[in-house]
């Protein structure tokens, strides 16, 4: 019993990010904000890092200060990383993390570009794009790969090394 009401305890952190992600969507920015802010207490700066990262990602979406919305976008980050070498093969979030890594990244370069940090958004931003084959083929990766798009267009980046970039989104059967 108390292995099954451990498993359903990482579920149940992430469903409840995500009802505050829904709570911020519907516009209620301030008060997702404040109930993030009580779920980072009580995960806490130690906690599991997939939580960790999930929350910081979507805390730094409600930030007003785009120096607090960096720093709450490195926190992702570093959560992720936690998620790297002999961890990465045995947590099993550790696919999640990886697929969030071209948005984390373009969450960053996009925090470096409002703070005026061209040079440290385009790092991020080729870091975004490097990442982008872990991305599935569905809406979430579409959009992900077209946003990154339009912040390589605003910065003037080529795109991917080779300069060719991905084209316009495949079809679906």
Known sequence: MA?????????????????????????????????????????GED?????????????????DDPSDELAWDLRALGAAEELTGDRLAADEGALAVRALYP??????????????????ARTHLRQARGAADALGDDTYGD???????RLELRLGEEGS?????????????
Request: aromatic residues 6%; contains cysteine.
């Open 3 to 43: 292995e099954r009401q451990e498993q359903a305890a990482p579920d149940a952190v992430l469903t409840r990010i995500g009802q505050v992600v829904m709570l911020h969507h519907a516009g209620d920015r301030e008060e997702a904000r404040h109930r993030f802010q009580k779920l980072w207490a009580e995960i």
């Open 47 to 63: 906690g599991e890092p997939l939580h960790r990262c999930t929350l910081a990602h979507y805390m730094a979406d409600t930030q």
């Open 103 to 120: 948005s984390l990244h373009l969450n960053l370069a996009a925090d470096y570009v409002k703070l005026g940090h061209a040079d440290a």
């Open 143 to 149: 959009g992900v790969r077209a946003a990154i798009g």
């Open 161 to 173: 090394p080779d300069g060719g970039g991905w084209g316009p989104p495949r079809q679906r059967p």
